[in-house]
Antibody, heavy 113, light 110 residues
Framework: QVQLVESGGGVVQPGRSLRLSCAASGFTFSSYEMHWVRQAPGKGLEWVALISYDGSNKYYADSVKGRFTISRDNSKNTVYVQMNSLRAEDTAVYYC??????WGQGTLVTVSS | QAGLTQPPSVSKGLRQTATLTCTGNSNNVGNQGAAWLQQHQGHPPKLLSYRNYNRPSGISERFSASRSGNTASLTISGLQPEDEADYFCSSWDSSLSAWVFGGGTKLTVL
């Protein structure tokens, strides 16, 4: 069955970087656009970024544009998000999604000094 | 980025029908449709309806989605205790080239 497993979260100081990974299985990864969505503690869902099935198109929320970079490796069935210049307001659970069809369990990123 | 508008909370009785709304504009809901996701506390979101208002396989027929103008709706019939959750709508905004979410509606089943 479809499985998405995020990893790479943790506690990081403001201004530092972190890379999240999402390993996919159970479906044809190279046919799906992939999303990152986040949820701050006690808040709603916020869309972060999208990468097309072949990696040729990438889109970002204004709140992360210029700081976050989404990428994918179809040979490894994995999507990434490189997060630079992290801020306290980036603290959230980060979910990856295959289109909007399926979602991982999420990984928590805490930005704090 | 401007988001979609959802009522913060809706309360209905067991076995009743709840209709949740999601209002956007002609750049998103009105032209692109809206997806609906359900999220139980402490769990990841789950897709209930695609942007074309079709249900993914495995989703109960009690969930139906529709759109009128710039407002999308999710109707849940025969409310069950397990329907108590947060519900989010989302749409692709063609002017922003970004997905936007509503703030979510907390559904309480009395």
């Amino acid at each position: 069955q479809v499985q998405l497993v995020e990893s790479g979260g943790g506690v990081v100081q403001p201004g530092r970087s972190l890379r999240l990974s999402c390993a996919a299985s159970g479906f044809t990864f190279s046919s799906y656009e992939m999303h990152w969505v986040r949820q701050a503690p006690g808040k709603g869902l916020e869309w972060v970024a999208l990468i097309s099935y072949d990696g040729s198109n990438k889109y970002y929320a204004d709140s992360v544009k210029g700081r976050f970079t989404i990428s994918r490796d179809n040979s490894k069935n994995t999507v990434y998000v490189q997060m630079n210049s992290l801020r306290a307001e980036d603290t959230a659970v980060y979910y990856c999604g295959a289109a909007f069809d399926s979602w991982g369990q999420g990984t928590l990123v805490t930005v704090s000094s | 980025q401007a988001g979609l508008t959802q009522p913060p909370s809706v309360s209905k009785g067991l076995r009743q029908t709840a209709t949740l709304t999601c209002t956007g504009n002609s750049n998103n809901v009105g032209n692109q449709g809206a997806a609906w996701l359900q999220q139980h506390q402490g769990h990841p979101p789950k897709l209930l309806s695609y942007r074309n208002y079709n249900r993914p396989s495995g989703i109960s027929e009690r969930f139906s989605a529709s759109r009128s103008g710039n407002t999308a709706s999710l109707t849940i019939s025969g409310l069950q205790p397990e329907d108590e959750a947060d519900y989010f709508c989302s749409s692709w905004d063609s002017s922003l080239s970004a997905w936007v979410f509503g703030g979510g509606t907390k559904l309480t089943v009395l």
